[in-house]
């Protein structure tokens, strides 16, 4: 058994890592950055969408809980969000003037990119708990729809105004929450899996609305038709790197 622990802190390691994803970006000035952000944030609303409506809810409705009560999970999720991102917003107002350029999407994006990756490392831990071969498997799905996830938050943390170290920084930070799941998981063994069930819709919930009520209306912005179609394919290309997934898993 320790054996696997070992296992599941390299593997939840290797997932925090994935975050780091964003480093190719440093290489580009910040202007040309700026200047392609929105094609960024269309992979991140694809990502998230299909995150949610191709694995998230699926898993919801074939856990215990049901179709109908994780339904209403992930209408609470929607709500939870949307207070969240009103407090951030008051709180925004209230902060001093170096980070008033900050969008408060930057940080709603942080919370609940953390919020899933403590999920995350929540089911890696028990599914090393299973086995390792078990647990090795859940950690390549994790990391394959991590990949694009994580370069859409990123672009989004870049676009909410924060530079592109500290977005990395923020962003790996956000990552180690897994640590934390997998901690958890080890120490209250089964009773987290009935925990993370009620969470998980809770999450889709939140992804849905960070993609519809942050992101979205960022993309209509722009009028240029020939962009337009671009944002679509990009939407549609996160959304099928999510559906390519299940070939796998």
Same mark, same amino acid.
């Given at each position: ?33 700026? &200047? ?184 209509? &912005? ?28």
């Amino acid at each position: 058994m320790t054996i696997n622990y070992l296992y599941a802190f390299i593997s939840v390691l290797v997932v925090s890592l994935v975050s780091l994803v964003g480093v190719f970006s440093l290489s580009l000035k910040e202007e040309v950055l700026r &200047k392609y952000i929105n094609f960024f944030i269309s992979l991140a609303i694809g990502a998230l969408l299909g995150d949610a409506f191709i694995h998230i809810i699926p898993e919801a409705f074939s856990s215990n809980l049901g179709s109908n009560l994780s339904s209403i999970l992930i209408i609470a999720g929607i709500l939870f969000f949307f207070i969240i991102e009103k407090f951030i917003h008051w709180h925004h107002h209230g902060e001093d003037k170096n980070e008033e350029h900050i969008h408060p999407v930057g940080k709603l994006v942080l919370f609940t990119d953390g919020f899933h990756n403590l999920i995350d490392g929540a089911i890696i831990g028990a599914s090393f708990l299973v086995s390792p071969h078990v647990g090795i498997a859940t950690t390549i799905a994790v990391v394959l729809h991590e990949i694009p996830q994580e370069i859409g938050d990123f672009a989004v943390l870049i676009h909410a105004g924060y530079t592109k170290k500290r977005a990395l920084w923020l962003n790996f930070l956000s990552a180690l929450a897994s640590i934390l799941g997998l901690i958890i998981v080890f120490i209250f063994g089964n009773i987290v899996d009935g925990v993370a069930s009620w969470f998980i819709p809770i999450a889709a919930g939140g992804f849905i609305y960070i993609a519809v009520a942050d992101l979205i209306p960022e993309l209509h &912005k722009t009028k240029n038709i020939k962009h337009s179609i671009i944002q679509l394919c990009i939407i549609m290309l996160g959304v099928f790197s999510m559906l390519a997934l299940l070939l796998i898993e």
